[in-house]
């Protein structure tokens, strides 16, 4: 039973490991493409609300 517990403990640090690592990437995606979306997402919101105007 004690190799069980090892196993189940080591596998899940091996899961965060790979959580964090996740999400070291996409933080460092969103800092490289940060202007583009930001125009994006103002493009979107600019078509929204021209688009709830019409109603």
Do not use: D, H, P
């Not at 996740?22 to 979107?44: G, M, Y």
């Amino acid at each position: 039973m004690s190799l069980w517990r090892r196993f189940y403990y080591e596998e899940t640090a091996v899961g965060v490991v790979e959580i964090i690592l996740i999400l070291v990437v996409l933080i460092s995606l969103v800092v490289i493409f940060k202007k583009q979306l930001t125009s994006i997402v103002n493009n979107i919101f600019k078509k929204i609300t021209t688009e709830s105007n019409k109603i």
